[in-house]
């Protein structure tokens, strides 16, 4: 994978230049996830299509996190994580679920202004306002939408 001089893969610069310029779209978060669109047809038909594995490969290099990590943390098994390297495509729910990391982690991001340690460190760090690391809640919808509100009160600077 490309990556910048200072070890940042191209994808997060990619995602800190949109922060700073101005975003592609509601979706450009997909870019963490090495897609090329942000529109939210392209995006669903992606999703229906399950993500290709390089997807996976990209949205690991670019959180700084192991494989096996970023399996547990959208809930897929290690052995399915094995078959999936294998077939080279994940499920339309692996693939949303895949999505939904990607959107959190890009909202982290732009919490800290681009700064992928910063933001790895805290979905990685036990968050007292979610009696969890954040990460360990992006599996499901719910845990997703209540880290969400957690980065929306931070971003107006409400510390709960």
Do not use: C
């Amino acid at each position: 994978m490309e990556s910048t001089e200072n070890a940042v893969p191209i994808d997060v610069e990619r995602y800190r230049k949109f922060l700073t310029t101005g975003s592609p779209g509601p979706h450009a978060y997909t870019v963490l996830l090495g897609l090329k669109y942000f529109d939210m047809p392209s995006v669903l038909k992606a999703v229906e299509q399950g993500f290709p594995w390089k997807s996976f490969e990209r949205f690991t290099d670019n959180l700084g996190l192991p494989a096996d990590q970023v399996g547990a943390m959208v809930g897929i098994p290690k052995r399915t994580l094995a078959r999936r390297k294998v077939e080279r495509r994940f499920s339309p729910d692996e693939s949303d679920r895949l999505l939904r990391a990607a959107r959190v982690f890009a909202r982290t991001l732009k919490l800290f202004d681009g700064d992928r340690e910063a933001a790895t460190e805290w979905l990685t760090t036990l968050e007292i306002a979610l009696n969890a690391a954040p990460l360990d809640l992006v599996q499901t919808d719910v845990g997703a939408r209540e880290v969400e509100r957690v980065l929306g009160a931070l971003e107006h600077g409400v510390f709960l």
